[in-house]
């Protein structure tokens, strides 16, 4: 995406959410690049996002790239402000399609067993009893921040849970946890839960990143 440095510009972009749900994307305009930090102006208000939140850039068809980037500051209105992380390719424009199959296992852990959780988000520990993990059904709402996923009542609101994810842009098995932050009962006995990431690594966050312009290719 040619975004001349030190100058005034209007290039248009959508500037896409991934860490809220549902995804937001919301259509705007880079304004200016001072070396990797970059002036935006949005169409319309978006909700406040802290300071170091990942969103992308997406230039479409028209500019063939997408830009990864961080808020600088705390960013609200029409205007932000975000640092410069890496620029991928775009074949079309990102979508708010934020739901997709993943092979999702997770298991309710306890609050008092830290050094539990440590050995295995770090040290890739294997859990005693592979069949104590749970495998609700394949289609996952998901974002940065969290997400949604349907299976008969195991968990309550404010559990912890460990989370394994396998996605299909990737062969690696992510690891993760959550804590539920709701709880809805739906047809066939079955509920809704929505959990909220604690332990969110990079690389995981990478890998949904990468799902989530994977799935804007997919038509509808």
Request: charged share 30%; proline share 7%.
């Amino acid at each position: 995406m040619l975004m001349p440095v030190g100058e005034d510009v209007r290039i248009p972009v959508d500037v896409v959410f991934p860490t809220l749900v549902p995804l937001r994307m919301v259509p705007g305009w880079i304004t200016r690049r001072d070396g990797d930090v970059i002036h935006l102006e949005l169409a319309e208000p978006t909700p406040v996002v802290s300071e170091g939140t990942r969103i992308i850039l997406d230039g479409g068809r028209s500019q063939g790239e997408r830009v990864l980037a961080r808020t600088v500051g705390e960013a609200s209105g029409a205007r932000m402000v975000v640092s410069y992380e890496s620029t991928s390719v775009s074949d079309q424009r990102a979508s708010g399609r934020t739901s997709g199959l993943v092979d999702l296992g997770y298991r309710v852990i306890r609050d008092d067993e830290p050094e539990l959780v440590r050995r295995w988000l770090e040290d890739g520990w294997a859990l005693p009893d592979p069949r104590a993990w749970d495998r609700p059904e394949p289609e996952v709402e998901f974002s940065l921040s969290g997400l949604k996923f349907r299976d008969v009542p195991r968990c309550s609101v404010g559990e912890r849970l460990l989370i394994e994810m396998l996605l299909p842009t990737t062969a690696t098995v992510w690891r993760c946890t959550g804590r539920v932050r709701r709880v809805d009962e739906v047809e066939d006995g079955q509920q809704d839960v929505a959990d909220e990431f604690v332990d969110l690594g990079e690389d995981v966050q990478d890998a949904l990143i990468h799902y989530i312009l994977h799935l804007s290719g997919v038509p509808r």
